[in-house]
């Protein structure tokens, strides 16, 4: 089992960036598929980034490819999202998740573990 704790949310103005981190208690983080997803308010939970267990292979919904890095450090438990040229759109909770599942799945239901969330606010 595995748990995981957002940080680096925050309110910021369109153009800035943020750094999200995901630490992830346990000794297996390697093990895991690693996900980013977000729900803004009255819509429902979406897709961001997902990384394999390596940090090899990543996966990226349209709307924040060019912008968006999903990126891993195993050897401290860590998953990051650096958001670039971040918009209003782009405001929402954002969720880490971790999969024991092969694949870089973008549907929430094949993770298997969550965050509590951190918010990010962009400004126009």
């Known amino acids: 089992q595995v748990q995981l704790v957002e940080s680096g949310g925050g309110l910021v103005q369109t153009g800035d960036s943020l750094r999200l981190s995901c630490a992830a208690s346990g000794r297996t983080f390697s093990s895991y598929v690693m996900g980013w997803f977000r729900q803004a308010p009255g819509k429902e939970r979406e897709f961001v980034a997902a990384l394999s267990r390596s940090g090899g292979s990543t996966s990226y919904t349209d709307s924040v490819t060019g912008r968006f890095t999903i990126f891993r450090d195993n050897a401290k438990n860590t998953v990051y999202l650096q958001m670039n040229s971040l918009k209003p759109e782009d405001t929402a909770v954002y969720y880490c998740?971790?999969?024991?599942?092969?694949?870089?799945?973008?549907?929430?239901?094949?993770?298997?573990?969550w965050g509590p969330g951190t918010q990010v606010t962009v400004s126009s």
């Open positions: 998740a971790a999969s024991v599942k092969m694949g870089l799945m973008t549907r929430g239901l094949f993770y298997d573990y």
